[in-house]
């Protein structure tokens, strides 16, 4: 699937569709246990993660939501699903920081924050893709998936997300995490992850 071609989104939202594929992806391979399989589900909902603070959260300021700004629930959110992705990830390569965490625990922390954090995103980009016009939710839709495609492919729960210092971090955490996925041998942890969407 090329960057320009959009799948077919129900109501004109194809920002909305390309994050739903990116969510089933990932939910696809949430509760498998083999190691290059987690590793893959690490990879994809960093890249994820990483697209959604470079493109959608800056379009974001400023609306309301029940439990406050809907864009500062979210980034809380994600942040803490950072932080218990990166520790499923120390404990997967046995970092001796977390190994004497329960396995089951921390999986289920993370699925309690994802589920939390789907909420609140899907609440924030129906709401920013209802302040665009349908050319602009296409090319924020293509920012996106752009960013997707060359985003970090682990946790980076302490990168700057917002100032000078978020731009590079985006590009350096990428070149770096790409390094590691060769030197680790997780052979197409990051490039094959904007599969085919439906």
Do not use: N
């Not at 974001?60 to 218990?84: F, H, K, M, N």
């Amino acid at each position: 699937m090329t960057v320009d071609r959009f799948p077919d989104a129900a109501g004109g939202r194809p920002l909305a569709a390309f994050i739903d594929a990116a969510q089933g992806s990932v939910r696809e391979v949430r509760d498998v246990d083999e190691p290059q399989t987690c590793y893959r589900a690490i990879a994809r909902l960093s890249g994820h993660l990483a697209a959604m603070w470079r493109t959608v959260y800056p379009h974001a300021d400023g609306q309301p939501g029940p439990d406050g700004p809907l864009r500062a629930v979210c980034l809380s959110r994600a942040r803490e699903v950072e932080w218990t992705l990166r520790l499923f990830q120390c404990q997967l390569s046995g970092d001796v920081t977390a190994v004497g965490r329960s396995a089951t625990a921390v999986l289920t922390s993370l699925g309690q924050r994802l589920d939390s954090y789907w909420l609140a995103e899907r609440a924030l980009v129906t709401w920013v893709e209802d302040q665009l016009s349908t050319e602009s939710r296409e090319k924020l839709a293509r920012k996106y998936r752009r960013a997707l495609t060359c985003a970090p492919t682990r946790p980076h729960p302490r990168s700057p997300r917002t100032g000078p210092l978020c731009h590079g971090s985006f590009w350096l955490h990428s070149a770096w995490d790409r390094m590691l996925d060769t030197m680790d041998s997780r052979p197409g942890v990051g490039h094959d992850f904007p599969m085919p969407l439906p």
